[in-house]
Each structure stands twice: as structure tokens, then as C-alpha cells.
């Protein structure tokens, strides 16, 4: 299995929950200087192969070349993780055309190169494949009061992206499902600031409110969004490609007497959704 952004945060989790499926892991990072360490530390845990792998998902060639590295050197590739994302903390009168392109290339274009490169390769030996991509909660909300146009934007992107491979790689028995995970205790999500104090850890008060809007009144561990990742690989979801996606919503239902979510603006226009199910 590959997984993109595996070296920390969320990705660090996936790859400890595959290697206790006994799963043999690339472990694809961007500039991190302790991947290699990670992945030996992993490997040495688990008692599985994991390997480390720099490569920019941004840059199409560049993806390419490292599937093509690691099936010669791991062997053939059954699944991939889309898991790299970046986001840029900004009121939106402050953004510019370089911070939509630095989020965007990742968030987005990173994705697609990605998931482009395992179609491709199974497709032309007629492989069945599995594609999980790491999209968000913001994929349909504007988590206020963080001012995070462009990510929240590039989590919507991502999702319909997901379904439109999804629909398109189906005859070739290629699944793309994503995960839209809620809060989870990373590093990211400590960076993350209030408006009125854009520090580089999160704002305490910040972070009391949101936990007090997941109904279990805490963020989730790495480890805990990681299992529906191994599901969506494995053949106990051979049936599942999106828009059957695991929506994993952090936010407690808010709604008005027509069913309709009292909270947040994007989704006044329409009944809301199982918030906190599982697909």
C-alpha cells in the first residue's frame, strides 16, 4: 500500500493500522528530514515492511517515478492513500493568487496525480485497485471561526473529485472512496489558530469549543480514523466506491423544525445529513 503524507500526523496512523494488517507500506513524503527514521521505527514495531519515499504529489512526473520505484523494489501496488494536505491560515482579504496555488497544488492536484498514477498502472494490466483519499469535515462546512478559504474550498474539490473518479474507474474495478474526517490530535490541527490570535498552537479557547461540539466532547486520535482507511482497503468493502463515502462528521446536528441545519450556511439549503454515521 501507498500512502501519501505518511510520516506524520493522520498519515503516521494509517500506516500503523495497515502494517498491523500485515500490509507492506510506502511511505510517501514530501521534505520531512525524519521519514526514513520514522519508517525504520515503524518497521521495527510492527515487523512489517515499511519504507520511506520523498517525491512532491504535486508534481505528476515526479509521483510516477516513485510507483514506479516502489513496485520494483516493494513489489506490486493494491492500494493508495491520498493522504497529503496543507492549508494556509489567513483572513481571506489577505489571500493571494501564491497561497491558493500552494494549497491547491497539494489539496487537489496532489490527489489526482496520485490516484492517476495507480489507475493508470492497474488499468494497463487490467489490476483491480482500491483508492482511499483523506478529504475533511470542511468539505461542506466553514468550521468558523478558522479563516481557511482555500483549504475548506480544496477539501470540496477533492470530494467531488473522489466521486467523479470513482464513477469513471468503476468498470475497470478500480474503488475510490474518501474519508472526511472531524478534529483530529495532530500537529496541523494544534497550528490552527482564532482570528484574534494567530499564534503557531492553537488558541485554548478555540479548541475547548470545538471539542465541545463532537458529540464524544474530545478530537479523535490518529489511530482512531485510521481503521475505516484499512476497511476501504481490504475486501470487506469490495461493494463500496463512492458516492457510498464515509462522511466521519465531527459536528453535533444543529437543526431547524424543517430538518434543516440551524448552524452553518452552506447547509441551510438542503435536509442535513447523518452527521455522525458511518458508510
Known amino acids: 500500500v501507498l500512502v501519501t503524507g505518511g510520516n506524520r500526523g493522520l498519515g503516521v496512523g494509517i500506516v500503523e493500522a495497515l502494517a498491523q494488517a ?17 519508517a525504520k ?36 501496488i493494491h492500494g ?51 483508492i482511499v483519499v483523506i478529504s475533511s469535515m470542511s468539505d461542506t462546512i466553514v468550521n468558523s471561526p478558522i479563516q481557511q478559504v482555500f483549504y475548506n474550498s480544496s477539501k470540496g474539490a477533492v470530494s467531488n473529485l473522489t466521486r467523479c473518479l ?18 483530529i490530535e495532530t500537529d496541523q490541527a494544534r497550528k490552527l489558530t482564532s482570528p484574534a ?23 479523535s486520535k490518529p489511530w482512531e480514523q485510521a481503521g475505516q482507511v484499512v476497511y476501504f482497503l481490504s475486501k470487506y468493502s469490495s461493494c463500496k466506491s463512492s458516492p457510498s463515502r ?8 444543529r437543526t431547524d423544525d424543517h430538518g434543516r441545519c ?8 438542503r435536509p442535513v445529513r447523518a452527521l455522525t454515521s458511518t458508510a
Open 166 to 183: 470513482a464513477a469513471e474507474w468503476a468498470p475497470n474495478q478500480i474503488r475510490v472512496n474518501n474519508v472526511c474526517p472531524g478534529f
Open 262 to 269: 440551524s448552524r452553518f450556511a452552506c447547509e441551510q439549503t
Open 22 to 38: 500485515n500490509a507492506k507500506v510506502a511511505m510517501i513524503y514530501n521534505s520531512a528530514k525524519d521519514a526514513h527514521d520514522v
Open 197 to 219: 490570535k494567530q499564534t503557531m498552537h492553537m488558541d485554548p479557547e478555540l479548541r475547548k469549543n470545538q471539542s465541545a461540539e463532537v458529540p464524544l466532547g474530545r478530537f
Open 246 to 253: 464515509a462522511c466521519i462528521r465531527a459536528k453535533r446536528a
Open 80 to 130: 493508495v492513500v491520498a493522504n497529503s494536505g496543507i492549508s494556509v491560515v489567513k483572513p481571506a482579504l489577505e489571500l493571494n493568487a501564491d497561497d491558493f496555488k500552494k494549497v491547491f497544488d497539494v489539496n487537489v492536484l496532489g490527489v489526482f496525480n496520485t490516484a492517476q498514477a495507480a489507475a493508470d498502472l492497474w488499468i494497463k494490466r487490467k489490476q483491480p485497485g482500491s
Open 41 to 76: 521505527r515503524l518497521s521495527e514495531k510492527w515487523g512489517t515492511e515499511i519504507k520511506a519515499y520523498q517525491a512532491n504529489v504535486g508534481e505528476s512526473d515526479k509521483i510516477r517515478a516513485v510507483f514506479t520505484q516502489v513496485e520494483q523494489e516493494m513489489g506490486p
